[in-house]
């Protein structure tokens, strides 16, 4: 099993910037990725960006490409996600999850094996 905490969620202005934090514990593997999702209200969760622990290989969404940066602490298991020049369309909750057996980053939910509970985040007009 594996645990997995975010925390770094609030609330910003359009521009503003916030860095959320998804810590692992448990039987995790150097040969997981770790996704973050997101889920605006009445929509669908959809991928926002990833990482394979083993080798850094990330992947985005059009949507976070060169406003968001992933980045993983491997002493800490703890998968970083900093995002800048927020917009309200980033509005949602943000879950990070683990895929363990990764050879690539996966964007569907289903190839997913463990979530975090979900931050929320919120950017105003």
């Known amino acids: 099993q594996v645990q997995l905490v975010e925390s770094g969620g609030g609330s910003v202005q359009a521009g503003g910037s916030l860095r959320l934090s998804c810590a692992a514990s448990?039987?995790?593997?150097?040969?997981?990725?770790t996704g973050w999702f997101r889920q605006a209200p009445g929509k669908e969760r959809e991928f926002v960006v990833g990482?394979?622990?083993?080798?850094?290989?990330?992947a985005y969404a059009d949507s976070a490409k060169g406003r968001f940066t992933i980045s993983r602490d491997n002493a800490k298991n703890t998968v970083n996600l900093q995002m800048n020049s927020l917009k309200p369309e980033d509005t949602g909750v943000y879950y990070c999850a683990v895929d363990r057996s990764a050879i690539v980053i996966q964007t569907t939910t289903r190839m997913y094996d463990y979530w975090g509970q979900g931050t929320q985040v919120t950017v105003s007009s």
């Open positions: 448990g039987r995790t593997s150097s040969r997981s990725a």
């Open positions: 990482i394979i622990w083993s080798t850094g290989s990330t």
